[in-house]
């Protein structure tokens, strides 16, 4: 199975994707952190990327595009990706869409984690003291909401249209979110 995990920034998708990926074999495929590793290869496009990071926008569609290309295309993922952030525009989810029919492939699931400002603010500001994210700075990370509102957040009506959407309450602890997408990917 192919999934989708959506949410805000500091929703929780990285902590709940690694959950997943381990309990049901399938692989983490992070546009975030495949991002952060060209970065720290410090090459051209790595120093473009940061820039953006930064400034808490979009990366380009044709970049991300062609890394996320590379594991759809590898019969070592096929059927067993978990897409976690990825699409954060409608370009993207078409994209996707289009890039899965080529590898004879599909969405199966797409997991929305609901989660409030205030909590989204709360989880940011505790992470900033243990990743030291550079982008994770309060002025940041408001920028990077405010480009989930405005990109990222119509992509859950295209979900929506295809009925694939199950939305999660993001505000529980992580073992309740655990047993809550345990259930939804066991009834598949
Ligand atoms: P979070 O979900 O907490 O915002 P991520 O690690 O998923 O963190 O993403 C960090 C940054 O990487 C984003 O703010 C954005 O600049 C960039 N990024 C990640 N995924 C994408 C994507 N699919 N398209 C464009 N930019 C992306």
């Known amino acids: 199975m192919n999934l989708v ?21 399938l692989h983490q495929l992070s546009t975030g952190d495949l ?6 290869n410090k090459s051209i496009l790595g120093s473009t990327i940061s820039e953006i990071i930064n400034k808490g926008e979009l990366v380009s569609d044709k970049i991300v595009s062609d890394l996320i290309e590379k594991f759809i295309s590898s019969k070592n993922y096929k059927n067993r990706l978990i897409f976690d952030g990825y699409p954060r525009n409608i370009n993207q989810a078409i994209n ?3 890039l899965l029919k ?3 492939q599909k969405i199966d699931v797409v997991l929305e984690l609901s989660v ?4 989204i603010k709360k989880r940011i500001s505790e992470r900033q ?8 700075s309060q002025e940041i990370a408001t920028r990077r ?4 509102e405005k990109s990222t957040e119509p992509v859950i009506d295209y979900y929506k249209k295809s009925k694939l959407l199950k939305v999660i309450n993001g505000e529980g602890s992580i073992d309740e979110i655990n047993v809550e997408i345990s259930d939804i990917i066991e009834g598949i």
């Open 102 to 104: 080529k590898y004879d």
């Open 96 to 98: 996707l869409d289009n």
């Open 35 to 40: 991002l952060r590793k060209e970065i720290k």
């Open 5 to 25: 995990i959506f949410g805000p920034p500091g929703a929780g998708k990285g902590t709940q994707s690694k959950f997943i990926a381990s309990k049901f074999n």
């Open 145 to 148: 909401f405010e480009t989930y």
């Open 116 to 119: 409030g400002l205030k909590t």
């Open 129 to 136: 003291t243990q990743e030291n994210r550079s982008d994770d």
